[in-house]
């Protein structure tokens, strides 16, 4: 989300310039002629490459993380550091994790994939502003049917891309999917703005009871919410939906922290692991997937430059994952399926 003030010609002759190629793509298209690069990443919805050497298995364990990278045109990031080399050592260190959701993934996709990353599994980028929704998945375990839905509801800025969320089915062992949710919900907290994130968080939750019933789920994303804002209902999307919050489970004691009518602190940079952060971890398993969580942090160390400069305008969360089945014939019949 654009969180900082910025110079107004500036903006105004960088939208121009959008403007101009919307139109050129427009005119081009019509006339017969192809402007490749655009084409191409309005068109590419994700990575389906599936010939991964899973084991068979009735556990293990991964790691993930959730990063909104600020990767919106350097004129308009609210980030401290140059974008391109900033997304470009982001991309090398989320080789450390298994399973990563990006968020505003918009005009360096390119820095983030082709410099030094090594996940075998990556979505295909839509684009940049106004084509992309900036949300991208790298892993290293396969991702199937990767689906990308827009809100139906937003506010200012966060109108002029298709934002919404992902869903995927990640295969965490031969035969053994996740249900897999990215998203990055409406930004701002004055009213307008938190009445449409409140149905964002209801259109999530819709989607998840017809499309993820009685499958295990991971959701991890800017949320952009707060249990301790009154004008949020991002509770509901757990008790709606039988899910937890890593947070809450691991750091505040499983208690739901008292909601007000102030508004947030805006300050995000300055939280730590105990605090509440917008970018949030949530999971359930079902009757045949346990999950077990462990060793939630704000990875604001690793994702600083050598100046101590974060990297982006959001510090990434990290959370481990082990799991076991719980269904002996559930194991049996998968390895019946070799």
């Not at 295969?171 to 053994?176: D, L, P, T």
């Not at 949320?223 to 809450?248: F, G, M």
Request: proline letters at 3%; charged letters at 20%; one cysteine or more.
């Amino acid at each position: 989300m654009i969180r900082k003030s910025i110079n107004k010609k500036r903006f105004l002759t960088w939208l121009a310039t959008q403007s101009a190629l919307v139109s050129l793509l427009f005119l081009s298209s019509a006339s017969g002629f192809e402007i490749t690069d655009v084409m191409e990443s309005r068109t590419a919805f994700s990575s389906l490459d599936t010939k991964a050497k899973l084991a068979h298995a009735s556990s293990g364990e991964f790691s993930v993380l959730t990063y909104n990278i600020a990767g919106l045109p350097e004129i308009i990031s609210s980030a401290k550091t140059k974008r391109a080399p900033s997304i470009a050592e982001i991309g090398r260190r989320l080789n450390a994790f298994d399973i990563v959701h990006v968020q505003e993934d918009f005009n360096y996709n390119r820095q983030l994939y082709q410099s030094g990353n090594l996940h075998p599994f990556r979505t295909a980028t839509k684009g940049g502003v106004p084509f992309g929704d900036g949300l991208n998945t790298l892993s290293k375990y396969p991702v199937h049917e990767v689906r990308r839905i827009s809100w139906n509801h937003c506010t200012g800025a966060d109108c002029l891309t298709p934002k919404g969320f992902t869903y995927s089915r990640l295969e965490i062992a031969k035969n053994i999917f996740v249900d897999l949710y990215n998203v990055h919900a409406n930004a701002y907290n004055h009213l307008q703005a938190a009445e449409a994130r409140r149905n964002n968080i209801k259109q999530l939750s819709e989607f998840i009871r017809e499309n993820s019933r009685g499958q295990a789920v991971i959701i991890m994303g800017d949320l952009n919410a707060h249990y301790s804002y009154y004008y949020d209902n991002v509770h509901q999307l757990l008790s709606d939906n039988d899910l937890k919050d890593a947070w809450l489970v691991l750091m505040n004691h499983e208690h739901l922290p008292q909601p007000v009518k102030e508004l947030p602190d805006g300050k995000i940079l300055k939280i730590n692991s105990n605090s509440e952060s917008i970018d949030k971890i949530l999971f359930r398993g079902n009757d045949q997937i346990a999950l077990y969580i462990s060793k939630y942090n704000l990875e604001s160390e690793l994702f600083q430059n050598d100046k101590g400069t974060p990297l982006s305008d959001h510090h990434p969360v990290s959370l481990k994952f082990s799991w076991k089945l719980l269904d002996k014939k559930a194991l049996e019949s998968r390895l019946a399926a070799k």
